[in-house]
Nanobody, 127 residues
C-alpha cells in the first residue's frame, strides 16, 4: 500500500512559479512510476506529467510541456512538479498518483493507469 500527500499549492500571479511536492509512504515508492494530474471545476481530470521509476524518462501533457518539469528524489520518497510561467488556465486541484508497476517507464496519461492517489492540493493562478 502506498499513501501520497501533496503540498506546495497556493495562490500565484500569472507568470509566476510554484513547486509542488508529493511525499509517499512505503518502501516500494522508489520502484513505482509516478504522475501528476489536475482537475478544474466542472472538467475531467487532466494528465499533467509522469516520470519513470528511476527518473530517467518523463512525459508531459501538451498544455504544460515546456513550462512544467517533473522530477523525483527516491531517497526522500518524493516527486516534484516545478511549474513556471503559470497561466490562469492552470488553476486546478493537482493530484499526485502512483502506478503499481515496479520499474515501469513513463508515458501513461490516463487516470485509470494509476493505482494510488493523493488528496490533492489547490493551485490558483490570478490574472
Amino acid at each position: 500500500q502506498v499513501q501520497l500527500v501533496e503540498s506546495g499549492g497556493g495562490l500565484v500571479q500569472a507568470g509566476g512559479s510554484l513547486r509542488l511536492s508529493c511525499v509517499a509512504s512505503g518502501r516500494t515508492f522508489s520502484s513505482y512510476p509516478m504522475g501528476w494530474f489536475r482537475q478544474a471545476p466542472g472538467k475531467e481530470r487532466e494528465f499533467v506529467a509522469d516520470i519513470s521509476w528511476s527518473g530517467g524518462a518523463s512525459y508531459y501533457g501538451k498544455s504544460v510541456k515546456g513550462r512544467f518539469t517533473i522530477s523525483r528524489d527516491n531517497a526522500k520518497n518524493t516527486v516534484y512538479l516545478q511549474m513556471d510561467s503559470l497561466k490562469p488556465e492552470d488553476t486546478a486541484v493537482y493530484y499526485c498518483a502512483a502506478r503499481h508497476f515496479p520499474y515501469g517507464t513513463s508515458g501513461y496519461s490516463t487516470p485509470s493507469s494509476y493505482d494510488y492517489w493523493g488528496q490533492g492540493t489547490q493551485v490558483t493562478v490570478s490574472s
